[in-house]
């Protein structure tokens, strides 16, 4: 059951909110809503009623009288029908009350008193094997959706609820199993889907069910932004693509790429900065080789490998950041002793160039890594409104045990030159308190006199969607606001280093490497466009 706002004011107190146990209720009605987690929520909903009736010059009353009840439920976050999420927005849903939707065999639907159900009610299947639930899928355009589906807390199931699910469209058939116990009280991801419009989706017992009944509830799709293959090359692997609007026309796409054959962690270790261009952002993307490779003298901070390439064109010249390094052993394998040596002299440089395909000249390692700092790399950088540069760069202090170190943060630096000297000016840009590595990979543009910041988020530590790129926004570079996530990585199973490429009035295309699965080590370049 719901608890009423209602129960969190005051009778004839007028200006008086009332949260915790305290709240008005009888003895029994005290008996769930007592714990931590529920009472919780009691005080974020009374704090953010506080805020709306300071803002609107309501009392706590009237802003339920006066018919702001579905507001503060929106700003609460709430999902629910009628009030879907505003970060859902794209979701469509169907649920087992919904037209169309249809039963076979032996069905009961009920409320489900320990919530997580979407909807006013469950649809629950017991022990028959026959039984069914076919759901019309709101599809209105043809495409790629991830599949997701809900169903209540299932606290008391001993054993797995399975069931199979098959999804028809365009003739084709295609089937997934679904535990539900499992996340059970939250959207499911089932999978993607190319649906076309009358898909339908079947819901039957598996003969991996172990358990009585099983439940039918909610499940919605969303579309998919579709990555496209636009470069890769045979017998490499490749990385960090910074795809780049060139002057004349056309996309200059910087990127990393080392031998396949020494496998996925050897972009640190064995990584050159390489050079593609293209007439349009689709490709093809026609190899220029190499432009700048590890400097080779046995004293160089950069001797061994460069990757992270961030390009800029200012005032006719090219400016190339990126990220340098050197070991004691070559080729080490993943997070060996020798593969954190090449880890945690990571340091920042820059080169310059008269033309994109060079020469590139060294100018030196930038310092810009705070004192306590272990490492720093994934440098962005963009000219500000007002003609300086702001860099956006990954750094790791030297707090926790060797060899991680930790925490890792995101720091800011200004220069009036693109060639600095760049000032440190903020130590962590995008905080998530008591989360060792939050954040990385930022990607750095301006809209106007705004400035735009994507970062990839390490789990859902920003957003509830895991592993999501967070779009922030800032007027100086120092103070920025998170509006959201902008991308949610559905259909690969590694989305690393995006770029974002912004031309005119085209749309904008996020560039990224694409790693389809954990057991291959082949790595491309991808782009997605955004709807």
């Not at 639930?133 to 199931?157: D, N, Q």
């Not at 272990?374 to 950088?381: G, K, R």
């Not at 800011?412 to 954040?439: M, Q, T, Y």
């Not at 974002?500 to 699965?517: I, R, S």
């Amino acid at each position: 059951y719901w608890i009423p706002y209602r129960s969190l004011y005051s009778r004839n107190v007028r200006n008086l909110f009332i949260a915790g146990r305290c709240f008005s209720c009888t003895h029994v009605g005290l008996g769930s809503p007592r714990v931590m987690n529920t009472l919780a929520q009691l005080g974020c909903a009374v704090g953010e009623a506080a805020a709306m009736c300071v803002k609107g010059g309501y009392s706590p009353r009237e802003l339920y009288t006066k018919g702001h009840a579905r507001e503060l439920q929106r700003n609460l976050g709430g999902d629910f029908p009628g009030n879907p999420d505003p970060a859902r927005k794209a979701w469509r849903y169907v649920d087992d009350e919904s037209a169309g939707v249809t039963f076979k065999g032996k069905w009961r639907q009920t409320y489900n008193e320990f919530g997580g159900q979407y909807g006013d009610k469950t649809s629950w299947g017991d022990k028959d094997a026959a039984i069914s639930a076919t759901y019309p899928l709101p599809v209105e355009k043809a495409g790629r959706y991830a599949l997701k589906g809900i169903v209540p807390h299932l606290f008391y199931y001993r054993d797995a609820p399975v069931v199979e699910l098959i999804v028809r469209s365009g003739g084709k058939e295609s089937r997934v199993e679904w535990n539900q116990l499992p996340g059970s009280g939250f959207w499911y991801d089932l999978g993607t889907f190319d649906l076309q419009p009358g898909a339908t989706l079947e819901m039957r017992r598996s003969k991996n069910c172990r358990y009585k009944t099983i439940a039918a509830d909610g499940f919605a799709i969303v579309p998919v932004a579709e990555a496209r293959t636009v470069y890769e090359q045979p017998e490499k692997c490749m990385r960090c693509p910074n795809p780049v609007a060139l002057p004349t026309g056309g996309v200059a796409l910087f990127h990393s790429h080392w031998p396949e054959k020494y496998r996925f962690g050897a972009w640190l270790t064995d990584s050159e900065i390489a050079l593609a261009t293209a007439a349009t952002a689709d490709g093809p993307f026609v190899s220029h080789g190499v432009i700048l490779k590890g400097a080779g003298e046995a004293s160089a901070w950069d001797r061994d490998a460069v990757t992270d390439p961030c390009v800029l064109q200012h005032n006719g010249k090219w400016f190339l950041y990126y990220m340098g390094t050197h070991g004691d052993e070559p080729h080490p394998k993943l997070e060996t002793p020798g593969w954190w040596v090449y880890r945690n002299n990571q340091r920042i440089g820059l080169a310059v160039a008269d033309r994109i395909e060079g020469p590139w000249k060294r100018l030196g390692q930038l310092e810009v890594m705070p004192p306590e700092g272990v490492l720093c790399s994934n440098p962005v950088v963009c000219e500000t409104k007002d003609g300086r540069f702001l860099m956006v760069f990954k750094w790791v202090e030297n707090r926790r045990p060797a060899p991680a170190y930790g925490p890792i943060h995101i720091g800011s630096a200004i220069a009036d030159s693109p060639s600095g000297p760049f000032r440190l000016v903020a130590k962590e840009v995008f905080p998530v308190p008591g989360v060792n590595f939050p954040g990385e990979e930022p990607c750095l543009w301006r809209e106007g006199e705004r400035l735009c910041c994507l970062i990839h988020d390490k789990g859902t530590n920003y957003s509830s969607s895991p592993r999501a790129l967070i779009r922030f926004e800032s007027e100086d570079g120092i103070s920025w606001t998170k509006k959201g996530v902008a991308f949610k990585r559905e259909s690969i199973d590694r989305l690393e280093r995006p770029f974002l490429l912004v031309q005119n009035d085209a749309k904008p295309v996020l560039f990224a490497t694409a790693k389809d699965n954990s057991r291959t080590y082949k790595t491309r370049i991808v782009a997605l466009t955004k709807e």
